[in-house]
């Protein structure tokens, strides 16, 4: 990618910072995991954004900083989660999910599942509880699905032509 996929710009922004703006506009808190760049991660960041850190990052997958940032701020209620490398969520989206009620998912037009995810205490305490075969997925399989008339939601990157993609979609929504 030539850099740390939450640094890439989006409309003038780190996307990293795009992405937590996008839940405190909607007056949600966030929780950043860091492992890899974290300083440079952390010039981007609201002052509101609480960090968790993954000392481990090289040794861990995703599953696990999620668990991570779970055990660390023991939510009691529904919890959004959003990984860095996908677009950031529209106050739609958000307002789709949270009146689905938890669990629950985005699909685009398509019908393909995208992010974020809404997920409720059940699978909270599972994901802190232990390490699951296929992680979140396998837990939100029977989750509410949300039609979003956004193809965005469901699309990530990998690669400087993923991002590609994401832009030119972005460029036209």
Same mark, same amino acid.
């Given at each position: ?18 992405q937590i703006l996008a839940f405190e506009r909607q007056q949600i808190p966030v929780v950043v995991v ?10 981007v960041l609201t002052s509101n954004s609480k960090v968790v850190v993954n000392q481990r990052w090289r ?6 900083? !999620?668990?991570?940032?779970?055990? *660390? ?8 989660? @959003?990984?860095?490398? $996908? +677009? ?50 396998? !837990?939100?399989?029977?989750?509410? *699905? ?8 469901? @699309?990530?990157?990998? $690669? +400087? ?13």
């Amino acid at each position: 990618m030539g850099q740390p996929k939450g640094l890439l710009d989006w409309r003038d922004t780190p996307l990293l910072r795009a992405q937590i703006l996008a839940f405190e506009r909607q007056q949600i808190p966030v929780v950043v995991v860091l492992g890899a760049h974290e300083e440079a991660y952390r010039a981007v960041l609201t002052s509101n954004s609480k960090v968790v850190v993954n000392q481990r990052w090289r040794q861990t997958h995703l599953s696990d900083s !999620l668990r991570l940032a779970l055990r *660390t701020i023991s939510p009691r209620r529904p919890t959004w989660v @959003m990984p860095v490398d $996908t +677009p950031p969520v529209t106050p739609q989206c958000l307002d789709l999910l949270w009146q689905a009620g938890p669990p629950a998912v985005p699909v685009d037009p398509l019908g393909k599942r995208g992010h974020p995810a809404l997920i409720d205490i059940n699978i909270i305490n599972h994901l802190c509880a232990s390490e699951i075969p296929g992680g979140l997925r396998t !837990l939100l399989g029977n989750a509410n *699905t949300v039609a979003i008339d956004n193809q965005l939601v469901s @699309m990530n990157f990998n $690669t +400087p032509l993923d991002w590609q993609l994401v832009a030119d979609r972005e460029a036209r929504s």
